[in-house]
C-alpha cells in the first residue's frame, strides 16, 4: 500500500474515533443492510466506522480488512460485543475471497491513500455480487474553509495535502468520487455532499470536529511537515492556532454509491 500518511500512533486511534463519534448520523444515517446481507469492509482500521455499521444493521454481517496488524488488534476488541463483525487483517487489494462472496462493499477514508483508487475500486468490486452496492465515503481537504481566514492555517493543511500527495494519496478525493466510481465499472453511480458546518451554536461539533478530528490530524503531520523543509515551524504552529481559534468551520465529505452490473 502507500504509506499511510496519518500514521498509527495512539493520538491517531483517538482521532479516528473522535471523527467517527461525531458524524455518525451526518454519515451514516442513510446506510443500513438487510438482515443476512454479508458486507464487506475494506480498510476498517481501528474499527471506529464498523461499530456504527454494526449496531445500525445488527442482522448483517461484516467483514472488516485492514492492513494493519495493529490497527487489527485495536478493531478486533472493539467490536468484540458485535456477534456480526468478523475482523481480518489484509491487503484489500489482494484478497483471497472469490468473486462475488460478498452483497454489499463499504470504503471509508481508504481510498484518498491509495495511489490507483479506481483500480482498487474495481479489484474490490469483483467481490460483490451483480446488483450489490459499493458505498464510498471520502473527504476534501480542499473543502475546508473558516473564520477567522488565516493563510497560515490554509499552508499548514497545505502540508498534510502535500504529504499525503508525497506518499502516493490525494486528500483532495471527496469531490473524484462520483467519476471513480464510473471509472471502476459502477453503474448508477451518484454522490451526495455532506456539509459539516460549525459555529457557536454548536459547541460540541467545535470540540468534536473543528478541534479534535481536522485539527489533530493537521497537528499530526507537523513533523514530517517540518522534516520536508515545507514550512517554518512558527508558521505551522501560527496555523494551527489559528484553527483552533476559527468559530466557524465548514468542511464537506462526499458519500457515493453504485452497484455493480448485472452480469
Ligand atoms: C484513514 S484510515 C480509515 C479507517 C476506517 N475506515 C475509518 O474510517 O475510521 C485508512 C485505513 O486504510 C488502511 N489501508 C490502506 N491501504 C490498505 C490496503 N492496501 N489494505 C488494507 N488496508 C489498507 C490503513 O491501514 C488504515 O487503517
Known sequence: MSAYVHGYEPRETERL????????????????YPTGARVLEAGCGVGAQTVTLAQRSPQARFTSVDISAESVEE?????????????????????????????????????????????????????????????????????????????????????????????????????????????????????SPRLVYVDPSRPDLADGFTRRTFTAMIEGVREPALAAGLIAPERFDEGVEALLRTTVFCYTFFKGVGYRPAA
Do not use: W
Open 17 to 32: 474515533s473522535d471523527q467517527a463519534g461525531t458524524l455518525v448520523e451526518l454519515l451514516h444515517g442513510d446506510t443500513a
Open 75 to 191: 478493531a478486533r476488541r472493539r467490536t468484540a460485543a458485535y456477534p456480526n463483525v468478523e475482523v481480518r487483517q489484509g491487503d484489500i487489494l489482494a484478497l483471497e475471497y472469490e468473486p462475488a462472496s460478498f452483497d454489499h462493499l463499504f470504503v471509508c477514508f481508504v481510498l484518498e491513500h491509495l495511489a490507483r483508487p479506481a483500480e482498487a475500486l474495481r479489484t474490490l468490486m469483483r467481490l460483490v455480487k451483480p446488483g450489490g452496492s459499493v458505498t464510498v465515503i471520502e473527504g476534501d481537504h480542499g473543502s475546508a474553509y473558516f473564520h477567522p481566514d488565516s493563510s497560515a492555517a490554509h499552508e499548514a493543511i497545505r502540508c498534510q495535502v502535500e504529504l499525503q500527495r508525497r506518499a502516493g494519496g490525494d486528500s483532495e478525493i471527496g469531490r473524484q468520487v462520483q467519476p471513480l466510481l464510473v471509472a471502476a465499472g459502477l453503474e448508477r453511480a451518484s454522490v
